[in-house]
């Protein structure tokens, strides 16, 4: 199943918006890859990050 997350971290004083489309079993797994693939990434730690929304995608 595929999960699309939008929302926003934040970095030093700024706030970044994305969307992200991640590919797991389930919408808990996809949370986990989500926080990190961004923070590996963007080195921003999981208290940083806030998900506004999460849409299952089928396909």
Do not use: D, P, Q
């Not at 999960?3 to 934040?10: A, K, L, N």
């Not at 808990?28 to 730690?45: M, P, Q, T």
Request: glycine share 8%; net charge positive.
């Amino acid at each position: 199943m595929k999960f699309v997350f939008r929302g926003w971290f934040e970095k030093g004083k700024r706030k970044i918006r994305f969307t992200k489309e991640i590919e797991a079993e389930n919408e808990k797994l996809a949370l986990e890859k989500l926080y990190s693939v961004l923070g590996s990434n963007h080195k921003v730690k999981r208290n940083k990050i806030h998900v506004e929304g999460v849409e299952k995608v089928e396909g």
